[in-house]
């Protein structure tokens, strides 16, 4: 029996979802990672609506990432997700992988988000 790699991030993704999920007072945030981009939004899942999203395509962003490595565009979406999370008073969240594993790009934005001063 063999897996593809999207139907075991699928399986990672159920799992995490499982045990986590976003309130008012504290949000999840939710990243995803294509072949180009990365993607980042938080989701109040009490009352199920998504409260803001930015990525690589952002206005904001986009003008850094132009000419950046991958990596590089993960820590400014994450600099961007947190200033963007204080500009609405929100300074504790939690992080969503979205079964991911946790290196590379993904650990990029979180550490970068984290310097900027949201906690998780």
């Known amino acids: 029996m063999?897996?593809?790699?999207?139907?075991?991030?699928?399986?990672?993704k159920l799992r995490i979802r499982?045990?986590?999920?976003?309130?008012?007072?504290r949000p999840r945030l939710s990243v995803f990672r294509s072949t180009k981009?990365?993607?980042?939004?938080?989701?109040?899942?009490?009352?199920?609506?998504?409260?803001?999203?930015v990525s690589t395509?952002?206005?904001d962003v986009k003008g850094e990432t132009s000419e950046?490595?991958?990596?590089d565009a993960a820590r400014a979406v994450g600099t961007a997700v947190a200033t963007a999370c204080k500009a609405r008073g929100v300074d504790k969240v939690v992080f969503?992988?979205?079964g991911f594993l946790y290196h590379?790009?993904?650990?990029?934005?979180?550490?970068?988000?984290r310097e900027a001063g949201l906690a998780f």
Request: avoid cysteine; charged fraction near 30%.
């Open 2 to 12: 063999s897996y593809d790699k999207s139907e075991s991030r699928q399986k990672r």
């Open 96 to 98: 969503d992988r979205n």
């Open 68 to 71: 950046a490595t991958k990596s």
């Open 37 to 53: 981009h990365i993607y980042a939004q938080l989701v109040d899942d009490a009352a199920g609506t998504t409260l803001f999203q």
């Open 104 to 113: 590379g790009r993904i650990k990029a934005l979180a550490d970068a988000a």
């Open 57 to 59: 395509l952002s206005r």
């Open 18 to 25: 499982k045990k986590i999920s976003g309130t008012a007072e």
